[in-house]
């Protein structure tokens, strides 16, 4: 903090020129490859992160050179929705622009990496030439609104997608800033000053996510998010949504004023009443929350700090009306399904799985060759999925012998014979080019499944789906504290062992060792393995007999999803 009242970041947010700051200018310095530090903190909200990588860092250090500094930018698609146009797009400003490769991340969207700064506008605006956006996918706004992925499954489906659209457009900033400097409109001389009427000049204490999920399924982790909307069907219609507030998955390393929450339901809005809710738990974290401290600054630690009935109270109080008690609703999986579904239209979707989320053309798997291919022949859509995976939507009947020659020949069709962890593991990207990362995630992945395999075929569990989150930090991105088992980074080659997690994203899993490495983590899995294989009781999932069994230490917090009266 730079005077004790407010963060840092909370006066170069106010001296932005709602984020304008001198982006334009350092763009234009052909001197370096970075651009200026405050900079970098406002171009978040212009949907980039500036990055450097970290495998080059001693060697360019030795030779006197700067840091090999690139950019990852990050798309704004709500509920993870493009076409096979857009998707023809992103693979090309990919292979011109970026590192090769396609990411699809947790929140239903893409990240591109290894951008070179005199290459950043021309590849945002390329975006935007395909009707992508890239604002407020990062920086202390409202983030990328996910859904549960397929809205063709049913009415209530497409009407919950069709509400996340909305809030995601609905909740953007209005600053011009944005176009002004990726897409070179000029600001209009005269007139009333420009404004934020929902956000304010310093916008929000820090991110914001706002996920819809329609039961029986919790595939985007729905009460991960700060604002969680449940959606509730009864006799085929959607009646509205509960209200879940004060998710959230970041944590510091030894520092126990910072934890995962579940977010926790505090009522129920129909339709109509839905976009004022949103707004005003937003006006009331903006409001309320710590600008001080940004550790403590998501919706999580205002709720904790005030109290959820006081924050519920708080949020009627400007609503001007009261939420009506929460709706029942059961969730029974997190996962994606594979293969091929039947929608209520007649039309088909392919769940494909994606390890990491990484879509890249390597020996024996062309993957973002195979899903360029099917994008120039598909009819429909693809859906992006919160567990980093994608689906070939809405294909016709006919066309589906033409896309399943197309998956089997590029290597695509790795989902029908893998093992129940593989198929539920998820990664952050990690080292090399994520600053914050402390040990490797995305690139560790392939060497340890093997090993969990043999583990877990040793003790007939192979086909057992187990719910698998590895973090190279404990900030989060990968929703590692609902994993059955989670690895959270500590340093290179050592990671928190966490453990006891439901299948269904209702409970937060608990640390069993800390700083521990590889073969550590294997002894104490194998033994679990073990103990599971025998004891089980029938259907029991693998985090449910955990907790049954005592085999975890008690928790510090609130590991349930707790619903108000």
């Known amino acids: 903090m730079s005077d004790g009242a407010v963060s840092h970041l909370e006066e170069i947010k106010a001296n932005s020129r709602l984020l304008r700051g001198t982006i334009a200018a350092g763009l234009a310095d052909p001197v370096t490859g970075a651009i200026d530090e405050d900079d970098n903190k406002l171009l978040k909200f212009h949907g980039s992160y500036q990055q450097d990588d970290r ?40 292979r011109e622009w970026a590192s090769g490769t396609l990411r699809i991340t947790t929140r239903q969207t893409f990240q591109l990496h290894g951008i070179l700064k005199r290459d950043l506008k021309r590849a945002i605006a390329a975006m935007n030439a395909a009707l992508v956006s890239t604002v407020a996918a990062c920086g202390d706004v409202n983030r990328n609104v996910v859904a549960s992925t397929n809205p063709r499954l049913s009415a209530a489906h497409r009407q919950a997608y069709d509400w996340a659209a909305t809030l995601s457009e609905h909740l953007k900033p209005k600053t011009r800033a944005y176009h002004e400097i990726w897409l070179d409109e000029r600001l209009v001389a005269g007139g009333e000053p420009e404004q934020e009427p929902l956000y304010g000049p310093t916008y929000l204490p820090r991110k914001f996510k706002i996920g819809v999920a329609v039961p029986p399924l919790n595939d985007i982790d729905v009460f991960a998010q700060d604002l969680g909307l449940i959606a509730i069907v009864e006799d085929g219609e959607l009646r509205g949504f509960n209200v879940a507030v004060g998710g959230g998955m970041g944590a510091t390393h030894g520092d126990p004023s910072t934890y995962p929450r579940l977010a926790s339901v505090i009522g129920f809005v129909p339709p109509e009443q839905l976009l004022r809710t949103a707004e005003a738990v937003i006006e009331a974290q903006r409001d309320l929350g710590d600008r001080r401290e940004r550790q403590h600054a998501r919706l999580k630690y205002t709720i904790d700090r005030i109290g959820l009935p006081a924050f519920k109270a708080e949020l009627e109080r400007r609503l001007g009306f009261a939420l009506q008690p929460s709706r029942p609703y059961r969730f029974e999986h997190n996962g994606d399904r594979y293969g091929w579904t039947e929608g209520t239209d007649g039309r088909w979707h392919l769940t494909l799985h994606v390890e990491s989320g990484r879509l890249a053309d390597t020996p024996g798997r062309p993957l973002l060759s195979g899903l360029r291919a099917i994008a120039e022949v598909h009819q429909g859509e693809f859906r992006m999925t919160c567990n980093q995976n994608v689906i070939v939507a809405d294909v016709p009947a006919g066309q589906r012998a033409r896309i399943d020659a197309l998956v089997a020949q590029h290597a695509l069709d790795g989902y029908l014979k893998q093992s129940g962890i593989r198929r539920h593991a998820i990664a952050c990207v990690a080292l090399p080019t994520c600053g914050l990362a ?43 504290y609902l994993g059955e088992i989670a690895l959270v980074g500590r340093a290179v080659g050592r990671y928190d062992l966490r453990l006891g997690a439901d299948f269904a994203g209702r409970r937060l899993n608990r640390a069993l060792r800390e700083n521990i490495d590889e073969a550590e983590i294997l002894r104490e899995l194998d ?28 928790p510090r917090h609130a590991i349930e999803v707790e619903t108000l009266a």
């Open 527 to 554: 033994a679990l393995f073990a103990r599971y294989a025998a004891e089980r009781a029938p259907d029991e999932r693998f985090g449910d007999f955990l907790v049954r069994s005592g085999a975890l230490p008690a």
């Open 438 to 480: 402390m040990a490797e995630s995305e690139r560790y992945l392939p060497a340890l499944l093997p090993k969990l395999e043999a583990l877990l075929d040793r003790h007939g569990l192979l086909d057992e789906p187990i719910l698998l989150r590895l973090s190279g930090c404990p900030n989060g991105c990968s929703r590692p």
């Open 55 to 94: 495998d080059l860092r001693e060697e360019r250090r030795r030779q006197k050179l700067e840091p090999a500094y690139q950019f990852m930018v990050r798309a704004r698609l709500a509920g993870g929705v493009l076409s096979p146009a857009q998707w023809l797009a992103f693979d090309r400003i990919a």
